[in-house]
């Protein structure tokens, strides 16, 4: 049985096209809420410096939460540091994060003003080919 070539090349681009995807997904990601530096009193510049608006929007997020580690832990959660339920996984132990919340509603970059606060929690994140896509929020830890 032969493939014409015609058949393979677009067979290779499609699976080269749909491997980017969550590629891309994990950029946005890591761009949103990845932040081992973060502090409370960062969030306006930062959230200005990173383009972070609602999606496909020039308006300001409501909320956005910055993770205070490293990718490697993050991504961690997704490989055997979490616990699974349907898409979504949730760490097996608690981050520092920092929840940035919008003044200002209704507002448009780069008027954006937010108040932050740090928090110790476990957080839930999708994740896709072992790589984590979406931040689907926080659950408050309690220590035994």
């Not at 991504?75 to 540091?81: F, G, L, S, T, Y």
């Not at 949730?90 to 940035?100: A, K, Q, R």
């Given at each position: 049985m032969r493939i014409p070539f015609a058949c393979m090349l677009l067979l290779l681009l499609s699976a080269a096209v749909l491997a980017q995807v969550p590629?891309?997904?994990?950029?946005?990601?890591?761009?949103?809420h990845i932040n081992k530096q973060m502090s409370a009193d960062r969030c306006d510049h930062v959230i200005q410096t990173r383009?972070?608006?609602?999606?496909?929007?020039?308006?300001?997020?409501?909320?956005?939460?910055f993770i205070l580690s490293t990718t490697n832990?993050?991504?961690?959660?997704?490989?055997?540091?979490?616990?699974?339920?349907g898409r979504m996984t949730?760490?097996?132990?608690?981050?520092?994060?920092?929840?940035?919340e919008l003044n200002n509603q209704g507002a448009r970059r780069p008027r954006c003003q937010y108040s932050g606060k740090r928090l110790t929690?476990?957080?839930?994140?999708?994740?896709?080919n072992g790589l984590p896509v979406h931040y689907a929020g926080d659950i408050v830890h309690f220590e035994n």
């Open positions: 590629n891309d997904r994990y950029r946005e990601f890591i761009n949103q383009h972070i608006t609602k999606p496909d929007s020039n308006e300001c997020k409501e909320t956005n939460t832990l993050i991504v961690n959660i997704c490989v055997d540091a979490g616990e699974r339920r949730t760490s097996n132990f608690p981050f520092s994060i920092i929840v940035c929690r476990r957080i839930t994140i999708e994740c896709e």
